[in-house]
């Protein structure tokens, strides 16, 4: 079935320090790819996404592109801020465009320290 | 636009007793889905609807988990008997069938199970 795998954290940086959380994904067709932000006390929400082969999604300074030749879709950030500290969730959607449950990957907590 | 609306936000029972939890989704969001999101991992689906009608309850232990959404809109979730193992945040998520993908989600119910 489909999977979602993502490093393992927790991850603790510097203000200003340059983010990747790595991201790959198993899945038999053309899935679409999200990262969800889950900041402490609240939801999740939608961070980006990208629906096809080579797409970038950004959105707050982050960015993701759909890799598809190496199943990934790593999630960076060029100056995180402690404001960014938070669990991130990588995760999938088996048909592109329609309305599929999401198959999610264990979370990465990052920790922002000024 | 108001966003997705869970009660209660935290519930503790004892092992064998049941509990239930309720989700208003987004105005106008025909699809829900719920999810359980146990400590240190992703959330992993329950069960998908699609307006009244279940789409998908493949992973819904239906032998102590039951839930409804009555004419499209609330849902509730329901445990009976609830065990140590459902300990987790309990999600529900809305999104639009329009095939959009952005699945919104609430706050979440965090259940303990002693």
């Known amino acids: 079935g489909d999977s979602v795998t993502q490093m393992e954290g927790p991850v603790t940086l510097s203000e200003e320090a340059f983010l990747t959380i790595n991201c790959t994904y198993t899945a038999t067709g053309y899935p679409s790819l999200f990262w969800y932000v889950q900041y402490p006390g609240e939801g999740l929400q939608l961070l980006l996404k990208a629906t096809k082969a080579d797409d970038k999604g950004s959105n707050k300074g982050f960015e993701a592109t759909y890799r598809k030749e190496t199943t990934s879709f790593h999630l960076e950030k060029g100056s995180v801020q402690v404001s960014d500290s938070a669990v991130y969730f990588c995760?999938?959607?088996?048909?592109?465009?329609?309305?599929?449950?999401?198959?999610f990957g264990k979370g990465t907590r990052l920790s922002v320290i000024a | 636009e108001a966003g997705v609306a869970q009660s209660p936000r935290y519930k503790i029972i004892e092992k064998r007793q049941s509990v239930a939890f309720w989700c208003n989704p987004i105005?106008?969001?025909?699809?829900l889905y719920w999810y359980q999101q146990i400590l240190g991992q992703g959330p992993k689906l329950l069960i998908q609807f699609q307006n009244n009608g279940v789409v998908d309850d493949s992973q819904l232990p239906k032998d102590r988990f039951s839930a409804e959404r009555l004419k499209g809109v609330d849902s509730t979730l329901k445990i009976q008997p609830a065990k140590l193992e459902d300990s987790a945040v309990y999600l529900c998520?809305?999104?639009?069938?329009?095939?959009?993908?952005?699945?919104?989600f609430g706050p979440g119910t965090r259940l303990t199970v002693l």
């Open positions: 995760a999938l959607s088996d048909l592109p465009g329609g309305n599929t449950p999401l198959v």
């Open positions: 105005s106008g969001h025909a699809t």
């Open positions: 998520a809305s999104s639009h069938a329009d095939g959009t993908d952005t699945q919104y």
